[in-house]
C-alpha cells in the first residue's frame, strides 16, 4: 500500500504522557511531527487512575485528567493536534510506512512507539464476556456513584490497595482477594486498608470464575483448596500491567517481560525505532520516567536524522 502524501520526520504511535512529550521535544527541535492514538482522549493511563498524582515534581497535587488536558493544551499550542481514534494496524519496518485499521498508510523517517501498558486479565470464564457489565479493570473515580454495596477487588499492589481505600471511603463494603499469603503494594498504600472496619482481606485467593449472563452476579474463587463465591454486581480486577508492545513482536528485541529492550536514549534493537514510557519501562513505569524518556529519545532521534540529512 502506498503512504499518504504528508511523511512526517517522526511519527509517534501513542498520545500518554510520553507521545505527547515526545512530540513536543521534536517539534522544538524543529521537525515535523504526527501523533496517533487509538483512544478518543489523549492521556494514556491518566484517564483511568482514580487518585491525584502527588509525585511529580513541581505540580503538587493534581488530577490525572487535569494533567492530561494540560498535556494537549501544550501540544496544540505547538501547533500539533493529536490524531485521535486511529489505531496502528501494523508496521512495515522496511518501508517505513504504518498500516491503519482504516485502510490508510502513513510514510515516516523515524517512529517512536509510546503504546504504554494496558492491565492484565486473569483469563478465567465470564470475564470477556462480562468486562464493563460488572467487571472492571480502571478504578473509581473520586466523583463515581455505585449502587453496589458489596464490592470486590482483586489483587494485592499499589494500585489494587489505592482503589480499596477510595471505594471504603465512599462507604462501601469491600472483598479483596489476594493472590499471595500478603499484599505486594508499598506501605504508604497497603497499611490504611489493613484495620479500615469496610475492608475484609482474604489471602490465598485465586479467582476462577465471574457469574451472571447480562451483568455480574458473583465472584467465584478457591482459597486453601475450598471453593468460595461472593455475590456482587461490581469487580475491579487489579492484577498489574503489561506492556503494549505487540506492534513491535518480531521487528525489535524485546524483554522476556513483553518490553521493547531500549538503550538509555530509547533506542529499540532497530535504528529507526525508539519506544518511551511504560512500554520499555519494566522497572519504573510512571509518569516522571515516560516524559524523561520522551526527551532522551527525541534528542537521539534529532541526532540521527541530522547525521542521515549530511550522508
Known sequence: MRPDAVTPDVLVIGAGPAGISTALWCARLNRTVRIFDHAAQAGGQLQNIPATITDYPGLGSIDP??????????????????????????????????????????????????????????????????R?????????????????????????????????????????????????????????????????????????????????SETLEGVVFNRSGTTEQIETSLCFVHVGTEPSSELVRGIVRLEDSGHVAVDRSGKTSHPLLWAVGDVAAPHAPSVAWAVGSAMAASKDIELSLSVSRRR
Open 65 to 130: 485528567r487535569a494533567l492530561a488536558e494540560r498535556l494537549v493544551t501544550h501540544l496544540h499550542a505547538q501547533g500539533i493536534q493529536i490524531e485521535r481514534e486511529t489505531r496502528v494496524q501494523s508496521i512495515d519496518i522496511e518501508q517505513q510506512v504504518v498500516d491503519l485499521e482504516s485502510g490508510q498508510a502513513v510514510g515516516w523517517q523515524r517512529l517512536v512507539l509510546a503504546t504504554g501498558a494496558r492491565k492484565r486479565t486473569l483469563g478465567v470464564p465470564g470475564e470477556d464476556n462480562l
Open 132 to 212: 464493563g457489565l460488572g467487571v472492571r479493570f480502571h478504578g473509581p473515580k473520586t466523583d463515581e456513584h455505585f449502587d453496589a454495596q458489596q464490592i470486590v477487588v482483586v489483587g494485592g499492589g499499589d494500585t489494587a490497595c489505592e482503589n480499596t481505600l477510595v471505594l471504603a471511603k465512599m462507604g462501601h463494603r469491600v472483598t479483596v482477594l489476594v493472590r499471595g499469603s500478603r499484599l505486594r503494594g508499598r506501605k504508604f498504600f497497603a497499611d490504611p486498608i489493613q484495620d479500615h472496619p469496610n475492608i475484609d482481606i482474604r489471602y490465598d485467593a485465586s479467582v476462577v470464575q465471574f457469574t451472571g
